[in-house]
């Protein structure tokens, strides 16, 4: 039986990615299930492995991108005794994810609790995720603490503020005029950074923890915004991932050192691939944690388009002009 993949021909725009036609089924291997995959993501950090700017990145093209999924187990594979077919599981991938099957260790997958929409499944795999732990166990916030959220109308910026107005956090956050409506209504107070200096609005020494992905003028300035005892969690670099300059190791490095010069202040680089690395366990119990808060109808993430995985060119083009109000979720198959 064939399947349908979108792959990446080479690195480069959004025209590198293709579909094609794979002519038989993989087969899982020893402690392997072989996967239906029901919904992937088009998320920003796709668009870097598909640029080839990611850093974990070990694929050389042609492969198929896909951070994160969800689908039910088709087939098992020998010596795995804790799955059954039928199963619905999510993973983060890292890659491969845009494809209608894939084998996987049965290790790494995360049972999904029966009846939960496929597309807000798949969306709290890699960006709530990411949200959870930076905020419970990186930052630690507290109730009633304020935090600043950059870019606030994104994936990872509309979980951080589900998230936050859980656990009943004061909340302000930047994002363009577009997604003020957005940003407002899941309870953060929105800055438009486009046309407002966010630091004169915010103030210095004002906030409890700053999350920021942007770049390193930005960290300068959100870092001032903390108050004495704050925790500043740096977590991405869009700017340069838009080939807008800086430099990811020299950069990484003076947010580390930060954390080590005597100003009050603790500051962090988060990364969900080293966390899961370190603590396994907590990738498990935290996404597990969330398919619950979303089986119970205590978050609802912000998914603006849902396209099906034949238009991954599309949805990358949009999530790369920043044209997308919370996140585009790909459908696979017949979902
Ligand atoms: N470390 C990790 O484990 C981890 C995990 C997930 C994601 N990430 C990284 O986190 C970043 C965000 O990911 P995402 O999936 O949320 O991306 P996204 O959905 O594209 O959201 C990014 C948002 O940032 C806004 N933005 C752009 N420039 C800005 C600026 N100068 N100031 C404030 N906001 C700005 C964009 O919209 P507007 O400009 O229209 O407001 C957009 O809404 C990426 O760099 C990604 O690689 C890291």
Redo the contacts with the bound molecule.
């Keep these: 039986m064939s399947y349908k993949q979108v792959i990446i021909t080479e690195f480069g725009g959004p025209e590198v990615l293709e579909v094609v036609h794979e002519p038989i089924l993989p087969e899982p291997q020893a402690n392997e299930v072989r996967i239906k995959v029901q919904a992937t993501s088009a ?3 796709d668009t ?1 492995v598909r640029k080839g700017v990611y850093y974990d990145l070990k694929e050389k093209p042609p492969f198929p991108p896909g951070y994160d999924m969800v689908g039910v187990v088709d087939k098992i594979g020998p010596h795995v005794a804790t799955l059954k077919v039928g199963q619905t599981v999510a993973d983060l991938t890292v890659s491969g994810a845009y494809t209608e099957y894939i084998c996987r260790a049965a290790d790494s997958l995360v049972p999904v609790p029966d009846g939960l929409d496929p597309a807000e499944a798949v969306s709290l795999v ?2 709530y995720v ?1 949200a959870y732990q930076m905020l419970h166990r990186t930052a630690k916030v507290q109730p009633g603490q304020t935090i600043l959220i ?2 606030a ?5 509309t979980a951080l503020i589900e998230l936050g107005a859980l656990h009943e956090l004061e909340m302000i956050g ?3 005029k ?2 003020h409506e957005l940003v407002e209504s899941l309870g953060c107070l929105p800055i438009d ?1 486009q046309n407002e200096d966010f630091l004169d609005r915010v103030g210095q020494g004002t906030v409890d923890a700053a999350f920021d ?2 770049d390193m003028d ?1 960290f300068k300035r959100s870092f001032k915004t903390l108050k004495k005892g704050g925790t500043f969690v740096a ?4 700017n340069n ?1 838009m080939g807008k300059g800086g430099s990811v190791p020299l950069d990484y490095l003076r947010v580390k050192l930060w954390d080590v010069l005597p100003n009050g202040r603790s500051s962090t680089f ?4 080293a966390m899961r690395k370190k603590y396994p366990d907590w990738f498990r119990e935290d996404l597990t944690a969330l398919f619950d808060l979303l089986a119970q109808g205590k978050i609802k993430p912000a998914i603006e388009r849902r396209m099906k995985l034949e238009e991954a060119a599309e949805a990358h083009k949009l ?1 790369e002009q ?1 044209a ?1 109000k919370g ?1 585009i979720v790909l459908l696979v198959g017949d979902q």
């Design positions: 998320c920003f950090t870097m890699l960006s990411t950059q870019g109308g994104g994936a990872v910026g930047t994002a363009s577009s997604k950074y992905a942007v930005n977590y991405g670099f869009y991932a988060y990364s969900i691939g999530v920043a997308v996140r």
